[in-house]
């Protein structure tokens, strides 16, 4: 089994900045892509933001400048470094991981529980 434990969200005012964190345990060989997603209330889940294993990133363009993914690929964790935030950027943040397990042939797909980001205003 695989987990993802996020941590890092709170209550911030606008402007200020927060560093989410998704470490994974388990039976991993290897994590491939890892992403964080995020669910305002009323609204659909969206992309916030990916990186490769190979620390290729791509960002939604409501986060790109103020927003940073990284990894650290020896501790199985992931971050996003958010910066300048906003009262919109307010929902629950959830961290993806596209992870092979020992034994595996192909990438499963695992979800952090989340955390809440207030910004406000």
């Known amino acids: 089994q695989v987990q993802l434990v996020e941590s890092g969200g709170g209550l911030v005012q606008a402007g200020g900045s927060l560093r989410l964190s998704c470490a994974a345990s388990?039976?991993?060989?290897?994590?491939?892509?890892i992403g964080w997603y995020r669910q305002a209330p009323g609204k659909q889940r969206e992309l916030v933001a990916t990186v490769t294993r190979g620390s290729s990133t791509n960002y939604a363009d409501s986060v790109k400048g103020r927003f940073t993914i990284s990894r650290d690929n020896a501790k199985n964790t992931g971050y996003l470094q958010m910066n300048s935030l906003k009262p919109e950027d307010t929902a629950v943040y959830y961290c993806?991981?596209?992870?092979?397990?020992?034994?595996?042939?192909?990438?499963?797909?695992?979800w952090g529980q989340g955390t809440q980001v207030t910004v406000s205003s």
């Open positions: 993806n991981a596209k992870v092979i397990r020992w034994g595996g042939l192909f990438a499963g797909d695992y």
């Open positions: 388990g039976s991993i060989f290897t994590i491939n892509d």
